[in-house]
């Protein structure tokens, strides 16, 4: 059997470049390929170790192997401190208005982030139901406390609006903790790599000012 390899990293095969008609040769010789294509080949077969395959114009031996890649994982943790207002909210109201998640959240200005999961920490021990949103520039909700105002213009600076109800909570005493399973793809601003966030109550509880933290998790996205 053939793998095709297109011609990269100067791999060559009889001083030919590799290209579909100049493949790696494979045979059953035992151990296993990986090829870096998200598919390995069946157990049991392996690189001809002497048919003139060379890397760098040099012949493959133990010390000029045959370059192997690997796709790097650009993932990360963002986390913030909800800015709050200490009187009890009501069903509706902006609970924290928009602030910088982070200023280089995307890798370029119109790329994408994969949000993976966001946890949200209750110091307050409340457990309220609220909203988790992300947004691509610095626009307002509203006054903290007070109905949502942001207008029909800015409605597209929304990225994503997360629901985190009061059932999602695990009780630790003296705090609650929230997971939630996002998984979803997010696109910058064609000007900005920056990422905000904001939060809307969904419940009618009281926090102290600095009562919520939120970590959000990414993987970056080239494409």
């Known amino acids: 059997m053939y793998s095709h390899t297109n011609a990269n990293a100067n791999l060559q095969i009889n001083k030919t470049d590799v ?15 990986t090829v870096d294509v998200g598919t390995a080949l ?35 943790v963002y986390e913030a401190t909800l800015t709050l207002d200490t009187n009890a909210y009501a069903d509706a109201d902006v609970l924290a208005d928009t602030q910088a998640l982070s200023a280089n959240a995307f890798p370029a200005v119109g790329g994408k982030l994969f949000v993976n999961k966001i946890v949200v920490i209750d110091l307050d021990n409340n457990g309220g139901a ?3 949103v992300l947004l691509r520039s610095n626009t307002a909700l509203g006054t903290e406390n007070a109905a949502i105002t942001i207008s029909d213009a800015n409605a597209p600076e929304i990225l994503m609006v997360v629901p985190v109800y009061t059932t999602d909570y695990r009780s630790f005493t003296q705090f609650k903790w929230a997971a939630i399973d996002v998984n979803r793809l997010i696109k910058a601003a064609s000007d900005s790599t920056g990422l905000w966030i904001a939060a809307i109550s969904r419940d009618t509880k009281t926090y102290t000012a600095n009562g919520i933290k939120v970590r959000v998790g990414v993987t970056n996205r080239s494409a």
């Open 19 to 33: 290209s579909n008609a100049n493949p790696v040769p494979i045979s059953d010789a035992g151990g296993s390929v």
């Open 42 to 76: 069946p157990a049991g077969t392996a690189v001809i170790g002497k048919t003139g395959i060379q890397v760098a114009a040099a012949d493959v031996s133990a010390s000029n192997p045959v370059p192997v890649g690997m796709a790097s994982i650009d993932a990360d």
């Open 130 to 132: 609220l909203d988790i």
